[in-house]
């Protein structure tokens, strides 16, 4: 099954309004032509509005990096898929191995997460990944049929609405990357999951992004895998000079 590959961004904790401004008309200016990809960048939240102004007519797509799973009440500091949704915003990280690791997000926090975000009419890009621990313990499967499961537990979405981010988290902005087998053999593996889940229409339909490190020089070798329909970029996708090469490598594999 054809699936349209995604090159998505996101910026953590980095660039104000005036930054994302200038990212993105030099990214729409310099963008490769064919756009046979969905461009994504998940800019901080103070950021999202001036973004969404600058990328109108570009078809490039904006996305909350996090949401709480209630769309109003007394929860200070909290952003609601209903204010993203509102903002412009088309899609929503969830799961990110720093929001699991650094605020101590459970799988039911996820689920929680996840069906909040369905169904205000977000898309969920779910991120899931093993520590370094978990690998070298050989239990990267377990781990991942486990966040798949319970973080999706209770939520009803369909093929368009759910967008699945492989991030081992030993390779997260440490240089290191999965090799590109690996990659296929974890992409491969939570598809079969999926299947199991939600049946194999559902499953060959989703998108599987690969995150970690991804950078123009590992780029074309990652998305020559076949389970592997994008890339979900941190530090690379800061600066155009280096996510554009990744945009057009990730364009080329599906021309």
Known sequence: MKRTPIAAGNWKLNKNSNEAKSF?????????????????I???????????????????KI?????????SGAFTGELSPSLLKAAGCTHCLTGHSERRSYFKETDKDLSLKNKAVIEEGLTAIFCIGETLEEREAK????VLERQLTYG??????????????YEPVWAIGTGRVASPTDAQSA??????VLTRLYGESTAQSLRILYGGSVSPDN???????PEIDGALVGG???????????????????A
Not at 24 to 40: D, H, M, T, Y
Not at 139 to 142: G, I, R, S, T
Not at 187 to 192: C, N
């Open 63 to 71: 996305a909350g990096q996090n949401c709480y799973h209630k769309n």
């Open 42 to 60: 998940a800019p901080v939240a103070i950021s999202i509005e001036s973004s969404v102004e600058a990328v109108q007519g570009s078809g490039i």
């Open 187 to 192: 992409h491969a593996f939570i598809r079969t």
């Open 152 to 165: 999706l537990e209770g939520v009803d979405f369909t093929a368009t609405q759910l967008i699945i981010a």
């Open 236 to 254: 690379a996708s800061l600066k155009p000079e280096l996510f554009l090469p990744i945009i057009s490598a990730i364009e080329a594999s599906h």
């Open 24 to 40: 993105f008309a030099e990214l729409i200016k310099s963008r490769p032509q064919s756009q046979n990809c969905e461009i994504i």
């Open 219 to 225: 780029i074309a070798d990652l998305i020559s895998q």
């Open 139 to 142: 239990q990267v499967e377990q």
